[in-house]
């Protein structure tokens, strides 16, 4: 709460004629629509862009899964695919956009230590998102083999786009969201809320929960795919709980 009353007593630029020093609450709605407007046409320009690249996009992400053949049930469904991977797409390229303009609205409100606390974690988040896609793409072409595996050799493989093209989506976002562990318990660790004695005595249960989540983010269901997001998740406990252990926390 006294964030919010922070930002919203924050200084702007003041239309002309407005003495007093602080925003009001409508200018405070002006600043916030106008952000909301810049984050959506930013994704609507990107999104129309990205329509152009969609059948590519696409292409890479068969070949990478070394998938030779898919297919689509309906005269429309490819066409659909490509709208949304534009959308998809054109949310990435326009996130800088979207970032600029939380930070634009948000930053007039906080003190000087607060942002040099929160840009950093901006840019890890960002970071840590970018090489949990990164493992998630290295690692597709194998979690594909294992999950198809199972099934006798007279039963073959053969794609429908929209279920493939969801399948590689799950395992994009689950990677980039579960590789946000770093982040967080670095941020819980500087605040204090845990430490490293705390870390290391609840190590089992970490252990049981990182497995458990690894299992639940993973699409498919063998037992054998979710322990190549596991490895790399606990991994990151491991070194994370070390960095802050190195620090005193």
């Not at 967080?184 to 929960?209: A, D, E, H, M």
Request: overall charge positive; hydrophobic content about 55%; charged content about 15%.
């Amino acid at each position: 709460m006294a964030l919010l009353d922070r930002v919203l007593l924050r200084e702007r630029k003041r239309p002309p004629g407005v003495d007093d020093s602080r925003m009001t609450v409508i200018e405070h709605l002006e600043a916030l629509r106008r952000a909301l407007i810049v984050c959506v046409a930013a994704w609507a320009v990107t999104t129309i862009i990205s329509l152009v690249f969609a059948s590519r996009v696409f292409e890479l992400l068969l070949d990478r899964g070394h998938v030779q053949t898919a297919y689509f049930p309906n005269p429309t469904g490819f066409f659909m695919l490509m709208l949304k991977i534009a959308l998809y797409l054109g949310f990435v390229l326009a996130f800088p956009v979207i970032v600029q303009q939380v930070w634009w609205f948000v930053s007039p409100g906080l003190h000087a230590h607060e942002k040099r606390v929160i840009l950093p974690i901006i840019v890890g988040s960002i970071v840590f998102f970018v090489i949990g896609v990164g493992f998630s793409m290295f690692s597709l072409p194998l979690i594909l083999h294992v999950v198809t595996g199972f099934a006798p050799g007279n039963v073959q493989y053969f794609p429908f786009v929209d279920d493939y093209l969801s399948f590689v989506l799950a395992l994009i976002i689950g990677y980039g969201l579960v590789f946000e562990l770093p982040v967080v318990l670095w941020v819980l660790g500087s605040l204090r809320i845990v430490n490293t004695k705390w870390l290391y005595k609840n190590r089992p249960y970490w252990f049981l929960g990182l497995g458990l989540l690894a299992n639940f983010l993973t699409p498919g269901g063998d037992p054998f795919t979710p322990m190549i997001m596991f490895v790399p998740l606990y991994l990151l406990y491991e070194a994370t709980t070390l960095l802050l252990k190195l620090r005193g926390r």
